[in-house]
Nanobody, 124 residues
Framework: QVQLVESGGGLVQAGGSLRLSCAVS????????MGWFRQAPGKEREIVAA????????YYADSVKGRFTISRDNAKNTVYLQMNSLKPEDTAVYYC?????????????????WGQGTQVTVSS
């Protein structure tokens, strides 16, 4: 059974930074595409970033390009999301997800496993 546990969320002022982590257990993620998604109140869940199994390919939503960086450490079975220059509109619950095919995927329906989410709140 694959379990994903996010951590690192919290309250931060606009312009600040947070680093989210997603620790995976039950299966090695070395062949998986990993993604970060977010869902704000009253809105649909949307992709933030994704990274291929090797880390060689990444995808970012336009809204976070240049501010967020996704990375992975396959030896630690962990994925990270470094978030800089945070804005109030980044406020959401952030979810980590795994997709078993391995290549970068940005469609939410392609992902097989999900974490419970971590709250990120950016104050103005």
């Amino acid at each position: 059974q694959v379990q994903l546990v996010e951590s690192g969320g919290g309250l931060v002022q606009a312009g600040g930074s947070l680093r989210l982590s997603c620790a995976v257990s039950g299966r090695t993620i070395s062949t998986y595409c990993m993604g970060w998604f977010r869902q704000a109140p009253g809105k649909e869940r949307e992709i933030v970033a994704a990274i291929s199994w090797s880390g060689g390919s990444t995808y970012y939503a336009d809204s976070v390009k240049g501010r967020f960086t996704i990375s992975r450490d396959n030896a630690k079975n962990t994925v990270y999301l470094q978030m800089n220059s945070l804005k109030p509109e980044d406020t959401a619950v952030y979810y980590c997800a795994a997709e078993t095919a391995g290549w970068v995927q940005y469609q939410i329906t392609e992902y097989d496993y999900w974490g419970q989410g971590t709250q990120v709140t950016v104050s103005s």
